[in-house]
């Protein structure tokens, strides 16, 4: 298993909940059964067929993830967004907060925060940026994962795939 695989993976691990849901690609539009769709950030970005996550990209070449994945339980949907974040990172550890608060993302309020720290199974450090919003319905989680040196590198494809965040 990669790095970037292991820390998406190590970081990702609150995604589980839920089972595989339909979905499909087309014309670089990810949609999801559980009514929402992001594009997918461009050709530098591989979709993972086996993942724990709704959606799963890793850069083809750098050590970069990004996960999308929405909770349409019910009960998560009254949680707390900050609490909700906070388990989302149980696989992060020696964290520091880089940036947190909430925004207004497509007319959702969604916490968003950067974070730097190490995956529990691993020593490298990594940033992680991710934004955890809901509606009636869902909680959806969006995640980017890349090593400090080369976070800003990738975080405007990122960026792209939060902007085309919507639901359906």
Known sequence: MTRVA?????IGIALVAGGCAGTRLADGVFHSAKGYRVAVPGP?????????ADLELRHRVEPAG????????????RADLKALARHLLAGLRDRVVVSAGEISL?????????LDGRADDGEDPVRVELYVMRDARCVYDLLYVAPPASFDDWRPAFARLVESFQTE
């Open 66 to 77: 990004m996960l999308v994945k929405a909770s349409c339980d019910g009960v998560s949907t």
């Open 44 to 52: 530098d970005w591989q979709v993972v067929s086996r993942t724990r």
């Open 6 to 10: 292991r820390v998406v993976l190590g």
């Open 106 to 114: 497509n007319g959702k309020v969604a916490h968003h925060a950067v």
